[in-house]
């Protein structure tokens, strides 16, 4: 039984005050501009981007500042000093061949993260986020574009890997619609290769991708990773993996899946 009071407390005492009040915006409709800009801004570098886990001090990490443009979205906070810094610090990290990649020193994922997996995740990754954004006119996105255009296997496939696929089909999506041919023609890879693992933030991040490609809510697929996140719930209230907050930021991304794909209906359907 999917327990959100559970892990809105569970957010309310583990969370950074940052995670708190993108909780509250998110689920509980508080909203306070100003506050969220004084937070966004307590965890920025100087060169516009955010360490590794928020780690105030530590070295900018490409992975974490896109993802604070990602949740500036959602906050409605793209305007605000801290994500246009945020977006050029993004702009500045960027290949011109069109792709990302973290220093050795800023791999979140491990090793793999410095090679070519890693460029190819990482690209797909920030690509979906400046698109999220609004970014779509930008150079940084048409390069991208280009970049993962000239990647496609059997020409319906971004990459081999199940993982950058879905980021890379959620970056399409968003940029050039759900209808478009490209997406199209790369949803049934996905379809056919969504997750069995039992990690929420992968499940999340696939479902989320589904959705920008157009997959109903209720589509079989969706509905069982709904209920597959509900059974997973921690005695805690909370979701995955308890290092660096990562649990609490988890947490937050599979309460705004559930929402979006009827939570409760998921519930009484069980």
Known sequence: MLDVEKALEYIELEGTDLDRYRSRFLFRGER??????????????????????????????????????????????LRSPCCRKALEYIRSCQHPDGFWQESSSQLELGEEMGGEWGRLWLSAY????LCMAAEQESAEVKKVRNYFLGLRVNGSQFTSSPSIHF??????????????????????????????SKEPRLITVQAECLLEAGVAPDDP??????????KIQGSDGGWGESYEGLRIRTTIDVLGLL???GAWRLVDEN
């Not at 969706?222 to 509900?230: D, P, S, V, Y």
């Open 126 to 129: 920030v690509g979906r986020a």
């Open 221 to 230: 697929i969706l509905k069982e990773a709904g209920r597959n996140l509900i």
């Open 259 to 261: 929402l979006k794909l």
């Open 32 to 77: 306070d501009d100003v506050m969220a800009t004084w937070l966004l801004g307590s965890y920025q570098n100087q060169d516009g981007g955010y360490p590794l886990h928020l780690v105030i001090g530590e070295q900018s990490n490409i992975s974490e500042t896109a993802k604070i443009i990602a949740h500036s979205s959602q906050m409605q906070l």
């Open 167 to 196: 980021l890379a089909l959620g970056f399409f999506a968003l940029l050039e619609g759900p209808q478009c041919g490209l997406v199209r023609e790369a949803l049934p890879y996905a379809l056919a290769n969504f997750t069995r």
